[in-house]
């Protein structure tokens, strides 16, 4: 790398060299700075006295925020950022009114347990990382508008998080409007009669207790006792998509349990229609529209209700009610509150010994089980290849159409989250029910005759046939019959047949479960919830918000044994007796009053459900944004029917989690009036990973890669031969680069240029540090191609450029134009360096129309450097808001080239054509030439051969 610096590169006083990009990008980032240059100005106010500036269209772009790591940033880290502010600074240039910024996301996990480890309280750590991230950030050159920045920490900021907290409380959603609306509303209904309370009871006649739990049964916002994900060994309980597919936390790794805990949760189910539907008209990846379907999970089937003689009837949820006559047992999840009601005391006379799990009584055996089946995760209950357990509950059940009694298991692979937590079992054609039925001896009846030759006996068979493209069999009752149909049919006549009798009907539902919304943590936003003597949750009044964070002595979480299901959590606010206790009036007429807080806080994903909104109206006191300024910036418009930010760039890793919640949010916000789009972001883009080689020695543990040399195609470091294979970049892998080391060896410049040749954006690539060299070395030409070496002076001239020259200058405008307009930064950086190198070759000074453009041209990638020339030309204005070149067709359209035809291998003739032409079009041309024509006289054609554009060889028959 010092080779850059070397004598020889030096020695010219006016070189680029890395001290001269040094104090060329300090010296505009200060002035881009000081002048305001990307402050996007806003509708009211700014754009008001601005008719052509209002006239332009506007363009939102937007970054996933960073987390303010104590780790700094490494080289990957920037991609995204660098590639949205090329994007912006190309569609700035192409008259577009621009926002674009970047806050921090700032509460969460890892500053509490960098406190816990260190003893230093997390905003003091997260503050100095933010320090350092944007003094790196700035270092890029990225052209944000800097009023807008902020961090989520900031209690101006989590005000506003509380308050739309408090509008999420306060509202419920009304499934016939299909929208949510505030609680008032649904109060005024209880109270006028036109809603009947669930005993029929006057409102006025309930306590202010039971108003509040049955309000609380509607509320988006809501408290509840239910199972939760909780984990010990981080001290808090978590959301189910904190959760890994093997029923971990995703952070930590540790074990979760579930426990009944009182929390609080987002009622996100009520949408689950809308956060599907709405995806269609999203410009998203599939691939993430894809995963959110699956997350939400919409399944079509019915709830089935099977009579039980000692008590009500048992409801499930099916897919397949068309195999209903199918099904011969039941099962319920563990935890299912009928199994209570449904066991008799003793065993039934001649229950199979296999059933009973060699318990004496149906109480034990359920105890003994239900005890088995809580140490597991859902995950691993679910594991389609382990062996299925369970035990009888004494229990039979009347199957709806057949009438036939059916044996009720209780059995793990059961899930009490999902459906009614109950199922009816089809052996014959579900494979888990089918081993289900093989290890417990259960009957089993073939209702779809199966397609292959495997006969219509289930008893000979080795699994479960569960086609759906086939004819029902041994379906009838004295009623119906559905015998010969096939399952579409089968499903929608049985499903007829259940809703005329009482006993079921079609219903839909969905995977999907309410956002768990409490954390037993201190670095997160302050629930603005106090509970009054009898319990009652109060929301504080707007004018109490923001409640912030206490100081406290003690910030960290309670931790336990990872393995210890029974351990409670303990939140660290409700250490702070002073802070908890309170007595305050809160303006609903009670007068002063003693109250105790909530003392839970917010997921670290709440600050970033609405951030997208505070970046367009940042310091606004009074309103969550001024409506008409979302309505300029977010608001609905052709080709984006709900709005949202124009393109939003981030990982893929966030597909469900902070964008399903951010949608969630929108969705509540926009219904109650407050904003105009009913979705975050319109467009979203997943950038690919930078990726790093990793070195190991015979250990296998992780060496510094900068020190390791290659020799003859082998690595090695400290003289032993170490191992290398390609992996994520980071710290503990040894292998990060910042961006600080390659801007002070070649400049930002240089770096933004080699993330964005690296590859197309959206695909992953390894990092190089040697390769970068090769994008300094474009610089140095640029410049020198506008500068001269020796004197500094630039060496354009004011004539015109010749015929060759204007074509390549065109193409070059008229392809970087749509390259950059399509985010492919790597082809336009390859045609700007075709065209430099163009000019370096055709030798003697350039025309100034020329310079000027080739410097436009490379703007929004390396925008310090063409600042710099663009003053240096004897511009005023910056080069920020200059136009983009615009290329003149006719030097974009390709010359012609000549193609030869020829038959039995002599040229008969020569077509001028495009050199775009396709081979079908080039073969129709030649055999349509007059001159072909006359030289094949009518003989067949045996074979065309064609390769174009060149040559084009005909065999006659
Ligand atoms: C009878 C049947 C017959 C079923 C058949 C399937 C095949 P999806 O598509 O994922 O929605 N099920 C319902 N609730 C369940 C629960 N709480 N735990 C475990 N399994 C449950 O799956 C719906 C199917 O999964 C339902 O349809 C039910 O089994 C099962 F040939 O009912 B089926």
Redesign the pocket.
């Given at each position: 790398m010092s080779e850059t610096n070397s004598a020889a590169e030096t020695a010219a006083p006016h070189r680029y060299t890395a001290a001269m990009a040094a104090d060329i990008e300090a010296r505009w980032q200060d002035f881009w700075d000081a002048e305001g240059t990307y402050e996007a100005p806003n509708p009211t106010g700014d754009l008001a006295g601005d008719p052509e500036l209002a006239a332009k269209p506007k363009k939102f772009i937007m970054d996933m925020f960073p987390y303010p790591s104590g780790a700094g940033l490494h080289v990957g880290h920037p991609l995204g950022y660098i590639a949205t502010d090329v994007y912006a600074r190309h569609q700035r240039m192409s008259g577009h009114n621009v926002l674009h910024t970047l806050g921090f996301d700032a509460f969460g996990l890892p500053a509490e347990q960098y406190a816990v480890q260190t003893g230093t309280h997390p905003r003091v750590s997260t503050e100095a990382n933010m320090v350092n991230m944007k003094a790196q950030l700035r270092r890029l050159g990225l052209g944000h508008d800097n009023r807008r920045s902020f961090a989520t920490i900031e209690a101006e900021y989590y005000k506003w998080t509380q308050w739309i907290f408090l509008q999420i409380f306060n509202s419920w959603y009304d499934t016939e409007a299909g929208r949510a609306r505030p609680i008032a509303e649904l109060v005024e209904q209880f109270e006028s009669g036109t809603r009947a309370t669930p005993d029929g009871r006057d409102w006025s006649a309930l306590s202010a207790t039971e108003r509040a739990d049955l309000l609380s049964e509607y509320r988006l916002a809501y408290a509840s006792d239910a199972p939760v994900n909780w984990s010990p060994g981080l001290g808090t309980v978590l959301a189910n998509e904190e959760v890994t597919a093997d029923g971990r936390s995703e952070r930590g790794n540790f074990p979760v349990f579930k426990a009944k805990l009182r929390q609080w949760n987002m009622r996100i189910t009520s949408y689950a229609d809308r956060l599907l539907s709405d995806l269609d008209g999203l410009d998203w990846p599939e691939a993430i529209k894809l995963q959110q379907r699956n997350w939400i999970?919409r399944?079509e089937?019915a709830r089935v209700e099977f009579p039980v003689d000692t008590a009500g009837g048992i409801i499930?949820?099916?897919?397949?009610?068309d195999?209903?006559f199918?099904?011969t047992y039941m099962?319920l999840?563990p935890e299912h509150d009928m199994v209570e009601r449904i066991i008799p005391a003793a065993w039934p006379e001649g229950t199979h010994p296999v059933w009973t799990g060699g318990h004496a009584s149906p109480a034990e055996a359920v105890t003994a089980y239900r005890k088995q089946a809580a140490a597991k995760s859902d995950v691993e209950r679910?594991a389609e290849a382990k062996d299925k357990t369970g035990v009888f509950t004494g229990a039979y059940a009347t199957n709806p159409v057949s009438g036939e009694k059916v044996p009720v298991f209780i059995a793990d692979?059961?899930?009490?989250?999902?459906?009614?937590?109950?199922?009816?079992?089809?052996p014959?054609?579900?494979a888990?029910?089918f081993a289900f039925a093989r290890a417990f001896e259960l009957p089993m009846r073939c209702v779809?005759q199966p397609s292959d030759d495997r006969g219509t006996d289930p008893s000979t068979w080795d699994d479960?046939f569960?086609s759906y493209d086939a004819k029902l069999v041994n379906s009838a009752n004295d009623e119906i019959s559905l015998d010969g149909l096939g399952v579409v049919e089968a499903k929608a006549r049985i499903t007829d047949w259940l809703k005329e009798h009482g006993v079921g009907e079609g219903t839909v539902?969905f995977?999907l479960r309410d956002w768990l919304f409490s954390r037993q943590r201190y670095w997160g936003e302050p629930f603005p919830i106090v509970y009054d003597e009898d319990g009652i949750a109060h929301p504080l009044p707007e004018s109490m918000l923001p409640l912030e964070l206490p100081e406290v002595e003690d910030y960290s979480p309670r931790t336990f044994d990872p393995e210890d299901a029974t351990a409670q959590p303990e939140t660290p606010l409700s250490r702070n007796a002073d802070w908890v206790n309170v007595t305050l009036d809160l303006g609903d007429g009670a007068g002063p009053r003693k109250y105790r807080r909530e003392t839970n806080t917010m997921p670290n994903w709440a600050g970033s459900c609405w951030y997208e909104l505070r970046y367009l109206d940042p310091n606004n006191d009074r309103q969550l944004v001024d409506p008409a300024i979302e309505q300029y910036w977010m608001g609905p418009r052709e080709g984006q029917p709900t709005g949202g930010v124009d393109l939003y760039v981030g990982g893929a890793e966030h597909a469900v989690l902070h964008l399903l919640y951010a949608r969630f949010w929108s969705k509540v916000l926009h219904d109650l009036g407050h904003i105009s789009s009913a979705e975050p972001f319109h467009k979203l883009y997943n950038q690919g990973m930078i990726q790093a080689f990793v070195y190991r020695d015979s250990r296998g543990i992780a060496v510094p890669a900068a020190e390791v040399e290659e020799r003859d195609g082998a690595f090695y470091y400290e003289g032993e031969k170490v191992s290398r294979v390609l992996g994520k970049m980071g710290k503990s892998l040894k292998n990060a680069v910042t961006p600080d080391e390659i801007c002070a060896e070649y400049g930002a410049d240089t770096l933004r240029l080699y993330e964005m040749a690296m590859g197309p954006l959206d695909v992953s690539r390894p990092w190089d540090t040697r390769a970068v060299v090769g994008q300094y070395r474009l610089l140095q030409r640029l410049w020198r191609n506008v500068v001269d070496e020796e004197t500094g002076e630039i060496t354009v001239v004011d004539t015109e450029p010749g015929e060759d020259t204007l074509r390549a200058l065109h193409k070059a405008i008229d392809g970087v134009g749509q390259d950059m307009a399509g985010m492919r930064f790597n082809t336009a950086i390859a045609k700007v360096t075709e065209l430099n190198n163009h000019l370096t070759k055709a030798g003697g000074p350039l025309s100034r129309s020329v310079a000027e453009r080739l410097v436009l041209l490379i703007a929004p990638l390396a925008p310090h450097i063409a600042e710099e020339l663009w003053r240096r030309l004897g511009h005023t204005e910056s080069v920020v808001h200059q136009d983009f070149p615009v290329a003149d067709p006719a030097y974009v359209v390709d010359e012609t080239v000549t193609c030869v035809v020829q038959i039995k291998g002599k040229v008969r003739a020569r077509l001028e054509i495009s050199p775009a032409i396709t081979d079908e079009e080039l073969e129709a041309l030649a055999l349509a030439d007059a001159a072909v024509v006359a030289a094949l006289g009518g003989a067949g054609i045996r074979k065309v051969i064609v390769r174009a554009p060149k040559l084009v060889n005909i065999v006659p028959a």
């Open positions: 999970g399944s089937g499930v949820f099916t897919t397949r009610q195999t209903l199918g099904a099962v999840a679910q692979y059961v899930l009490m989250g999902y459906g009614t937590g109950a199922i009816m079992a089809v014959a054609h579900d888990r029910d779809v479960a569960g539902n995977r």
